[in-house]
């Protein structure tokens, strides 16, 4: 039975990735995908070539090739990603982590109301944060730009790892609002009630943006090896 | 199971009267995989890739409730259209 030499595995690569396919764990099923279809046609017609084999495989992918099942492909993996974000976040919910997420809350309700007439300090403490994360960011994408150039291949999950961690910045600049909406002056005026569920919304939203910045691209490597049985192949 | 040996499965079983589109396989692949239904391993074959999946003991179960389903709807169908299979 005729089967595809390297050089035509790799044609096939550059193929996948002309029709805007980018990340290497599409590509390797897109590519095994064609292959073995271009070998089924060449046991009924072993006059066809390489390239016209190749073009029949692809027309059964429809008119929009493989845009379709990049897009759902992202969806699905959007999905599983969330779930890890929602169980890192669950994992805070237990114990022994939630005694520090209890105390830090209670620190910031603390915090909160000691300064509920500083907006200096206020914005200080958010601006903090802030420079912090964009630290962290910095130092996880030289880290995701090197992986990249050291063999060339993206895998869709460590695209969603590293970007989706950038949306963290718009939960950090959440509490800037709530202190738009209430105002210096009504401020101060809040009940300790009021002050608690602050303090609690401003803390799993930061306790989000760690999990999104930080945690989970520390960790990015051994999700990628979890999602991905090729990675260790390839 | 992989991609196309699935295709390949449902035309043969069949006798070509269900034609499974590869537009079409992939992206439930991978969604049952994103919900934790199907596993999947992955193999060199013949000098490249091959992602082999294989059904959960969570997707066997979903499997069976939905088999379920599909059938109480048909059953459903059948009272309401009475339809006369033979003459």
Redesign the interface.
């Known amino acids: 039975m005729a089967q595809l030499n390297q050089d035509q595995i790799e044609s096939l690569y550059r193929f996948t990735r002309q029709h805007f396919v980018v990340h290497y764990d599409l590509q390797t099923e897109l590519v095994d995908h064609m292959a073995s279809g271009i070998e089924r046609l060449w046991e009924k017609n072993d006059q066809l070539t390489f390239e016209q084999a190749r073009d029949r495989e692809f027309k059964k992918f429809g008119v929009f090739g493989f845009m379709d099942v990049v897009e759902k492909r992202q969806k699905a993996m959007n999905k599983r990603y969330s779930r890890l974000v929602w169980k890192h976040f669950i994992e805070y919910m237990k114990l022994p982590k939630v005694a520090g997420f209890i105390l830090i809350t209670f620190l910031t309700f603390l915090t909160l109301k000691l300064t509920s007439y500083s907006e200096a300090f206020f914005l200080g403490t958010i601006f903090t944060v802030l420079a912090v994360y964009i630290f962290c960011l910095y130092k996880a994408r030289r880290k995701v730009k090197k992986v990249k150039t050291d063999d060339g291949k993206q895998w869709m999950l460590q695209d969603i790892i590293y970007n989706q961690g950038n949306m963290g910045g718009a939960i950090a600049l959440l509490p800037l609002h709530f202190y738009n909406i209430l105002g210096l002056n009504n401020f101060h005026q809040l009940s300790d009630f009021w002050f608690a569920i602050l303090s609690l919304v401003i803390c799993g939203l930061f306790l989000f943006m760690y999990i999104m910045s930080v945690e989970i691209p520390k960790r990015a490597e051994e999700y990628l090896k979890d999602t991905y049985p090729e990675y260790k192949l390839s | 199971m992989?991609?196309?040996?699935i295709t390949?499965k449902v035309k043969a079983e069949t006798n070509g009267n269900l034609i499974l589109?590869?537009?079409a396989l992939?992206?439930v692949l991978?969604?049952l995989?994103?919900?934790g239904w199907l596993t999947?391993?992955?193999?060199?074959?013949?000098?490249?890739?091959?992602?082999y999946y294989k059904i959960t003991e969570a997707g066997d179960k979903e499997r069976v409730n939905l088999l379920q389903s599909l059938q109480e709807y048909l059953k459903t169908m059948e009272q309401l259209f009475q339809p006369k299979w033979s003459y």
């Not at chain 2, 992989?2 to 040996?5: K, L, N, P, Q, V």
């Not at chain 2, 999947?40 to 992602?51: I, P, Q, S, T």
């Open positions: 992989y991609g196309y040996e390949q589109k590869e537009g992939y992206p991978h969604k995989e994103a919900q999947v391993e992955a193999e060199r074959v013949d000098g490249r890739l091959r992602k």
